[in-house]
Nanobody
Framework: QAPLVESGGGLVQPGGSLNLSCVTSGFPFSYYTMSWYRQVPGKARELVAAITGSGSSTKYGDSVRGRFTISRDNAKNTLYLQMSSLIHEDTAVYYC??????????WGQGTQVTVAS
């Protein structure tokens, strides 16, 4: 099984909500800082949100702050992203990313989020 598997993407209307999940395996999840990135064709991958291993600290990209919430469940080795008040500009492929000091890093395969009426 791949270390990171995202799910929950789809088509949503502007103003709507969507919840993403990233199920992880094969590494000590609670040690890793976990992040959500997104990418649209022709642009660099953009940090959406990040959360420390304990979950005690989070940070958000300016474009999503106040609308998105990142969280994790270390007992389930799962990362979440709650997205609300979605706008067209949130349309992208969303990726889950795991990092910890000098250890191996992991990317998920991505899940498509499309905001359209």
């Amino acid at each position: 099984q791949a270390p990171l598997v995202e799910s929950g993407g789809g088509l949503v209307q502007p103003g709507g909500s969507l919840n993403l999940s990233c199920v992880t395996s094969g590494f000590p999840f609670s040690y890793y800082t976990m992040s959500w990135y997104r990418q649209v064709p022709g642009k660099a991958r953009e940090l959406v949100a990040a959360i420390t291993g304990s979950g005690s600290s989070t940070k958000y990209g300016d474009s999503v702050r106040g609308r998105f919430t990142i969280s994790r469940d270390n007992a389930k080795n799962t990362l979440y992203l709650q997205m609300s008040s979605l706008i067209h500009e949130d349309t992208a492929v969303y990726y889950c990313y795991a990092s910890y000091e000098d250890a191996a890093t992991y990317w998920g395969q991505g899940t498509q989020v499309t905001v359209a009426s």
